[in-house]
Every structure is written in C-alpha cells, then in structure tokens.
Nanobody, 127 residues
Framework: QVHLVETGGGTVQPGGSLRISCAAS????????VGWFRQCPGKEREFVAV????????YYTDSVKGRFTISRDNAKNTVYLQMNSLKPEDTAVYFC????????????????????WGKGTLVTVSS
C-alpha cells in the first residue's frame, strides 16, 4: 500500500508558474513509478507526466512538454511537478499516481489500470 497526498494547488494567472507536490507514505517509495494525471470539469482523467523509479527517465503528454517538469526526491518520499507558462486549459484537478507499471507504458494505460491515487489538488489558471 502507498498513501499519496498532493499539496500546492491554487490559482495562478496565465503565464505564471506553480509547483505541486506529492508526499508518499507506506511501502518503499523507490519501488514505484510516480506520475500525475489531471481531470478537467466534464472530462476524463488524462495522463500528464511520469517519472521512473530513480528519476532517470521522464515522460510527458505533448501539451505540457517544455512547460512542465516532473522530479522526485526518494529520500523525502516526494514527487514534484513544476508547471511554467501556465495556460487556462491547464486548469484541472491534478492527481498523484503510483504504480509498478513501467513509465513508458503510462501514457497509453487506462487510469483504472494504475493502483494508487491521491485525492487531488486543484490548479486554476485564470486572470
């Protein structure tokens, strides 16, 4: 079991930056790939980014490449998502997710295939 808690959401103006965090407790954190999904009102959850067990590899959905950066600190059991050049369409609830599925498979995996989810943190991009 892995328990995930997201923090750092809030409201930011278009073009601004925000960093959200995911703190994990439970079994060995480094055993899991960890990523972020987001859900906009009225839409399904979509993949945003994932990082490999020791941080050597990251994958991003096309719409956030070059703007978002995922990182992890296994000593602190924490994963971060640095979001820059934010756009109104980035407004969503962001969920932290952990699973043993290899990172390369996350973008094509169904959300329901991934085991451990946080409750989410709301990011609003608005002027």
């Amino acid at each position: 079991q892995v328990h995930l808690v997201e923090t750092g959401g809030g409201t930011v103006q278009p073009g601004g930056s925000l960093r959200i965090s995911c703190a994990a407790s439970g079994r060995t954190f480094s055993a899991y790939r960890v990523g972020w999904f987001r859900q906009c009102p009225g839409k399904e959850r979509e993949f945003v980014a994932v990082i490999s067990r020791f941080g050597e590899t990251q994958y991003y959905t096309d719409s956030v490449k070059g703007r978002f950066t995922i990182s992890r600190d296994n000593a602190k059991n924490t994963v971060y998502l640095q979001m820059n050049s934010l756009k109104p369409e980035d407004t969503a609830v962001y969920f932290c997710v952990a699973d043993v599925t290899i990172a390369a498979a996350w973008e094509t995996s169904a959300a329901s295939d991934l085991n451990y989810w946080g409750k989410g943190t709301l990011v609003t991009v608005s002027s």
